[in-house]
């Protein structure tokens, strides 16, 4: 009898343990790292705003560039790149070549001439 009440309460104690550990964890939202600078703490979300806004930006000009080259541009090179658009220079078959971004995420082509 006696043994059948400590298992009992072993198993209670596991059992809400369980119902317990998900909560504590997924409420974590930093990490402590360690690393060359020390130790320091980690926000993984703020990460993730930074990104979005840097991608908010426009199109990068080396995406742009390769883009070029995937539509057959060789030896493409960025010509120019301004607030509103990017120009990226090449050769195709049939002489030198100039194609033109719009700096705006996703980087849609604006002309090919």
Do not use: W
């Not at 198993?11 to 930093?30: E, K, N």
């Not at 120009?87 to 049939?94: A, E, F, L």
């Amino acid at each position: 009898m006696h043994r059948t009440i400590k298992f009992i309460l072993i198993g209670l104690a596991a059992m809400s343990g369980l119902t317990v550990a998900p909560v504590i964890a997924g409420a974590q939202d930093m990490e402590l790292r360690v690393g060359p600078g020390g130790v320091g703490i980690y926000d993984p979300n703020r990460d993730d705003d930074r990104y979005d806004r840097r991608r908010d930006r426009g199109c990068d000009p080396d995406d742009a560039l390769d883009i070029a080259r995937g539509e057959g541009l060789r030896r493409a090179q960025i010509l120019r790149v301004t607030p509103r658009s990017i120009v990226i220079q090449g050769y195709t078959r049939r002489g030198p070549e100039r194609m033109q971004f719009a700096n705006r995420r996703g980087c849609p082509e604006i002309t090919r001439r």
